[in-house]
């Protein structure tokens, strides 16, 4: 069993649709979950980044942690078509130094 | 945001030949860069965890005379893909955190897209 599931999808909303992309894990030691966005042949690049359970917004984007249900998410209000990419959930057990564990990434289409 | 280059962006090669990618922090020290491997559809695996000034540790079943990891300085990285054949062909990314600490996330490159023909 991997230490992180994510549903690869694929996932297609209409523009303007609420997105929910969700990850859960079973290393209870992971304390740092972070969500990435990769569009194609690029790097991933840094959406949201929380430490302990509960919600952190940035715009259009929410994470929530809960870890008494090992359960992360990444909510996207007013979804764009350039919202279209790969989403990728991430935990680390510690950060400066420690290695990330990813998932699998779930592909999100949205449709103008 | 940190900004962390990676070059080149692709590279193809004839198999038995050897790749050199490197991975520079723009803007930032690095002490700890990190490189994965991705094939498609599928997420970042892991392949070594690159220490400034010291030797790289490789994850299980990554083989380190393969890919060869130099850290030489703080802002400088590279992987060699050594002998390549066509199944090292994937895309690879490396990845820096910040000594100062001032960002608590790595950084990703842009990625290597990596062909062996």
């Known amino acids: 069993q991997k230490e992180v599931e994510q549903d690869p999808g694929p996932l297609s909303v209409p523009e303007g649709a609420i997105v929910s992309l969700n990850c859960t894990y079973s290393n209870s030691a992971f304390q740092y979950f972070m969500w990435y966005r990769q569009y194609s042949r690029k790097g991933p690049e840094l959406l949201m980044y929380t430490y302990s359970s509960g919600n952190k917004e940035d715009g259009r984007f929410t994470a929530q942690v809960d870890k008494s249900s090992k359960y992360i998410s990444l909510f996207i209000r007013d979804s764009q078509p350039s919202d279209s990419a790969t989403y990728l959930c991430?935990?680390?057990?510690?950060?400066?130094?420690?290695?990330?564990?990813f998932g699998d990434g779930t592909t999100l289409t949205v449709k103008p | 945001g940190a900004v962390v280059s990676q070059h080149p962006s692709w590279v193809i090669c004839k198999s038995g030949t050897s790749v050199k990618i490197e991975c520079r922090s723009l803007d930032f020290q690095a002490t700890t860069m990190f490189w994965y491997r991705q094939f498609p559809k599928q997420s970042l695996m892991l392949m070594a965890t690159s220490n400034e000034g010291s030797k790289a540790t490789y994850e299980q079943g990554v083989e380190k005379d393969k890919f060869l990891i130099n850290h030489a300085s703080l802002t400088l990285s590279t992987l060699t893909v050594t002998s390549a054949h066509p199944e090292d062909s994937s895309f690879y990314i490396c990845?820096?955190?910040?000594?100062?600490?001032?960002?608590?996330?790595?950084?990703f490159g842009q990625g290597t897209r990596l062909t062996v023909v």
């Open positions: 991430a935990m680390s057990v510690r950060t400066n130094a420690g290695k990330s564990t």
């Open positions: 990845s820096a955190r910040d000594q100062q600490g001032r960002f608590t996330e790595a950084f």
